[in-house]
């Protein structure tokens, strides 16, 4: 074996786990999703407002429940069944872009509307996110969870790039009525493929056995 298959190896060895590679496609497909769809809401709110400050209402919104909540989002993501849980909130996730992008099309769509739809996607964020760094951790063995959270950090990073690249071409080309529903399509694909291909986890992690987030808290 030559040093550099040796090496391709070593980096891509999490995605000989089966489980761990139908979701780390659903992660590229269910993020790029979401980039788009970050990207399609804010030209959306320039479009209805004409100025900066809806726009940065909107995005404080959509972070909100994260800034005040995200420590109760971790814990309920501990205690939770996280493939479940994923398939919850992707399927939520999907159906808000779909949601919003009917509306749009039927003229219906305004500030309000947008503003209770970006607070909606924060809150399914909230528990979203840690649910799905944790569920990597029970899909591989404790030898390559380095390699997994590597490779985890990877398909992040490139779908923050790809997202909103793709979404600005499509918003020059067809505008915001017609990339909102692929947008939808996208993240359900990836619900789909965690639901139809990842049967369990292999690796179970232990769950908490209380909720009690103040306590957490205090450990320095």
Same mark, same amino acid.
């Given at each position: 074996?030559?040093? !550099?298959?040796?090496? &391709?190896?070593? #980096? ?14 659903? $992660?590229? %497909?269910?993020? #790029?999703?979401? +980039? ?6 804010? +030209? ?14 909107? #995005?404080?919104? $959509?972070?909100?429940?994260?800034? @005040?909540?995200?420590? +109760? ?15 919850? #909130?992707?399927?939520?996730?999907? &159906? ?7 509306? *749009? /099309? ?7 509307? !947008?503003?209770?739809?970006?607070? @909606?996607?924060?809150? /399914? *964020? ?7 760094? =944790? ?9 390559? %969870?380095?390699?997994? %959270? ?16 793709? &979404? ?5 080309? /067809? ?15 990836? /619900?789909? &493929?965690?639901? %139809?291909?990842?049967? =369990? ?7 908490? =056995?209380?909720?009690? !987030? ?7």
């Amino acid at each position: 074996m030559t040093p !550099v298959r040796r090496a &391709a190896d070593r #980096t891509f060895r999490s995605l000989r786990v089966r489980n761990y590679r139908l979701y780390f496609l659903g $992660q590229g %497909v269910s993020l #790029t999703g979401t +980039w788009m769809q970050s990207v399609a809401q804010a +030209w959306l709110v320039l479009k209805l407002s004409g100025g900066g400050l809806a726009l940065g209402i909107v #995005t404080a919104l $959509q972070f909100l429940p994260v800034l @005040l909540a995200g420590p +109760w989002g971790g814990l309920v993501a501990d205690r939770a069944d996280k493939r479940r849980l994923i398939v919850i #909130t992707q399927s939520v996730s999907g &159906a808000l872009a779909l949601g919003l992008g009917v509306l *749009t /099309v039927t003229g219906l769509a305004s500030l309000p509307i !947008v503003y209770v739809f970006a607070f @909606l996607l924060g809150i /399914v *964020t909230l528990v979203d996110m840690p649910a799905r760094q =944790a569920f990597v951790i029970e899909m591989v063995g404790a030898r390559d %969870v380095p390699n997994a %959270v590597s490779l985890n950090g990877v398909v992040m990073n490139a779908a923050r790039i790809a997202g909103p690249v793709l &979404a600005g071409l499509l918003i020059a080309r /067809v505008d915001f009525i017609v990339l909102s529903v692929p947008v939808g399509q996208l993240v359900l694909f990836a /619900v789909a &493929a965690i639901l %139809v291909g990842i049967i =369990a986890a292999i690796f179970p992690a232990r769950r908490a =056995a209380r909720l009690n !987030v103040l306590e957490a808290l205090q450990y320095e």
